[in-house]
Structure formats: structure tokens, C-alpha cells
């Protein structure tokens, strides 16, 4: 599949590295695509992947991911155009990922969710939320011991939602249809318990997910 990775940072570069060793050919959507950083990451993927500016990756695109941080997402969704009939990935968390930000919590919740405004913000787009509920580093290896990893995804077209299953199944996690786009005002709340255990001493090497009898 085409993919657009809007976002080179630890949840992006490492979506992107990941999809392209499974034969998926990848753009990283940037302001900047001969930066430094940009530059380095292209260079650890050993698949053949590239960077542009953002309507430029996502104008070949079937799917688009976005992996900006919260108070960038919107002004990245304007410069990317219009994403009319694309499948869009959000995985971002409405919230600031540092001391201050992690004190206030959750921006927005109950009765929206970032999901709702991406869709809000992309129209004509099929807005899938996933990928947000564990950290970047356990994407290489979402298996812990004898349990597969969970990605909880929620979105409102079956079809994108399918192939939004697909792709996490590649990378190798469980995959659970928690319903609705509205269910992610419930998985961004998830996400910020993951993101509050991590920095409360837990680590990062652990994952929420469902287990089954």
C-alpha cells in the first residue's frame, strides 16, 4: 500500500520504518524533508522510503497517518489538503507530553475526542483511530511473554477500519474493533493512563490490552 506518514517523530518514524519493512512504500510527510533529522531517519530504514512536504506525500497516498503531537495536528491536516477518500490513521493523544501537560490531563473529552476533530478537520476523509494507546517503543515488538500487544482501533467505515486491522496485524498486534469514531473519547483516556504509568516509574515496556478467557 501507498502510505503518508505525517510525522517523523518517535510515533511516526517508527510507524513508518515498520510499514516499510513489510513492503508498504512510505513517504514521511514534513515541513522540512532535507533536515537533519529527516535525513538520519530515512538512513535507518534499510527499505526504500522518502520525505516530502506534506501535500506532497499524501497527494499519491491510499492511506494517511497522522503522528504529529496534538497542538500540531490541526495545521498539519491544513497543509495537507484535501484527503477526501483516503483512510487517516489518527494516533494522536490530546495532550501536552510533558510536566505540565501531564498535570492538566486530557484537553478535550465526554464530548468529543481528538478522533472527532481530526474528522472535523479532514472531511470527506475515513478517520480511523489506533496505534495511541501504547508507546512508540513497543511497536517493534508488541509481544509480551505469551500475550500479543492489543491495538485498539475505533472508526465509523468498516472498510477502513479492515484495513486499518491489516496493517496492525503486519506489525504484529491483537487487534480489537472497539466500535464507533465516538469510542476513541474513551481510548484517548486509556492512552493517558499508559502515558501516566510510564512516567510514574512503570517504564515504558508494557502494554493495556485485552485478555480473554
Known amino acids: 500500500m501507498k502510505i503518508a506518514v505525517?510525522?517523523?517523530?518517535?510515533v511516526g518514524g517508527s510507524l513508518g520504518r515498520i510499514l516499510a519493512s513489510k513492503g508498504h512504500?512510505?513517504?514521511?510527510g514534513v515541513r522540512d524533508p532535507h533536515s537533519e533529522k529527516v535525513r538520519s531517519l530515512l538512513d535507518s530504514i534499510p527499505a526504500q522510503t522518502k520525505a516530502d512536504p506534506i501535500p506532497v506525500a499524501v497527494a499519491g497516498a491510499e492511506i494517511v497517518i497522522l503522528a504529529t503531537p496534538w497542538d500540531a495536528a490541526q495545521?498539519?491536516?491544513?497543509?495537507?489538503?484535501?484527503?477526501?477518500?483516503?483512510v487517516l490513521i489518527d494516533t494522536t493523544n490530546?495532550?501536552?507530553?510533558?510536566?505540565?501537560?501531564?498535570?492538566r490531563g486530557l484537553v478535550i473529552g465526554h464530548t468529543t475526542s481528538a478522533a472527532e476533530e481530526v474528522a472535523k478537520w479532514a472531511p470527506g476523509a475515513s478517520v480511523v483511530k489506533a496505534f495511541n494507546t501504547i508507546g512508540a517503543n513497543c511497536f517493534e515488538n508488541p509481544q509480551f511473554g505469551s500475550v500479543t500487544a492489543t491495538a485498539f482501533i475505533c472508526g465509523d467505515d468498516a472498510t477502513a477500519k479492515q484495513t486499518v486491522t491489516t496493517l496492525a496485524q503486519d506489525i504484529g498486534f491483537e487487534v480489537v474493533d472497539a466500535g464507533s469514531l465516538s469510542q476513541a473519547r474513551l481510548l484517548e483516556p486509556l492512552a493517558m493512563l499508559w502515558i501516566s504509568l510510564a512516567f510514574a516509574g512503570v517504564g515504558r515496556e508494557f502494554s493495556i490490552s485485552l485478555v480473554k478467557r
Do not use: R
Not at 512504500?25 to 514521511?28: C, E, K, L, N, Y
Open 6 to 10: 505525517i510525522g517523523s517523530g518517535n
Open 75 to 86: 495545521n498539519a491536516l491544513a497543509a495537507a489538503g484535501d484527503l477526501s477518500g483516503k
Open 25 to 28: 512504500a512510505v513517504t514521511f
Open 94 to 103: 490530546p495532550v501536552g507530553l510533558n510536566s505540565e501537560g501531564l498535570s
